[in-house]
């Protein structure tokens, strides 16, 4: 079974900039995650989709950041503009979704700001 | 103060040594343990998984949870250089729902 798929690994812009990030989920996983990860500190959820809908979105930094899950499958995030602070690592993680506790974890992608 | 505490460590032990890992946090409706492990430059893996109470032995791991205490810990038995990496302790009040992580403990198991 392949994992979940996420795309770039690694993303170096300057602020001001926008960017994007892919992630492909499990086959048949109907939730779909993105976590923000800081050096040194746990992931912290951003957004949580139930096939295309945005079920829970309230730590989403909504000025800069938007996501969408289109057909319910794959998903992108993006950032614009960028700001320095906005450097860490982004990671999206599947789970086949009610009563399921397991979330498989991509990658992630490492984004530096400069 | 955060949810759930964790110390970051790092927590260097010699191998075959036993591991601790523990965790507090302050929010009672919690009813789902996990602990998961990373490896540098990789995204997390589950670990252990406890609902409510209660103890879980799963090979050389062992989680436990203490929710009167507000506390849940990890073993790790015979500990091997490749149980090298970050520990994290993570939490959530229903099954498929937000998980609130902990900082992450490094661990370095030295041959």
């Known amino acids: 079974e392949a994992g979940v798929v996420q795309s770039p690994r690694y993303k170096i812009i300057e602020k001001k900039q926008p960017v994007a990030f892919w992630c492909n989920p499990i086959?048949?996983?109907?939730?779909l995650y993105w976590y923000l990860q800081n050096l040194g500190q746990g992931p912290e959820l951003l957004i949580r989709?139930?096939?295309?809908?945005?079920?829970?979105d309230s730590q989403l930094p909504k000025d800069r950041f938007s996501a969408e899950r289109l057909k319910g499958v794959d998903s992108t995030l993006k950032i614009q503009p960028a700001e320095l602070g906005d450097s860490a690592v982004y990671l999206c993680?599947?789970?086949?979704?009610?009563?399921?506790?397991?979330?498989?974890f991509g990658p992630g992608t490492r984004l530096t700001v400069t | 103060q955060k949810e759930v505490e964790q110390d970051p460590g790092p927590l260097s032990v010699p191998e075959g040594a036993i591991v601790s890992l523990n965790c507090t946090y302050s929010?009672?409706?919690?009813?789902?343990f996990m602990w998961y492990r990373q490896y540098s430059r990789k995204g997390p893996e589950l670990l252990m998984y406890?609902?409510?109470?209660g103890n879980k032995e799963d090979g050389r791991f062992t989680a436990q949870v203490d929710k009167s205490s507000k506390y849940i810990s990890l073993f790790i038995r015979d500990s091997q250089p490749s149980d090298s990496a970050t520990y994290l302790c993570?939490?959530?009040?229903?099954?498929?729902?937000?998980?609130?992580f902990g900082a992450g403990t490094q661990v370095v198991v030295t041959p």
């Open positions: 989709y139930e096939n295309e809908e945005a079920v829970d």
């Open positions: 406890t609902y409510s109470s």
């Open positions: 993680a599947s789970s086949k979704g009610q009563g399921s506790y397991e979330q498989y």
């Open positions: 993570a939490m959530s009040v229903d099954s498929w729902g937000k998980l609130q």
């Open positions: 929010n009672s409706a919690f009813q789902y």
């Open positions: 086959s048949g996983h109907n939730t």
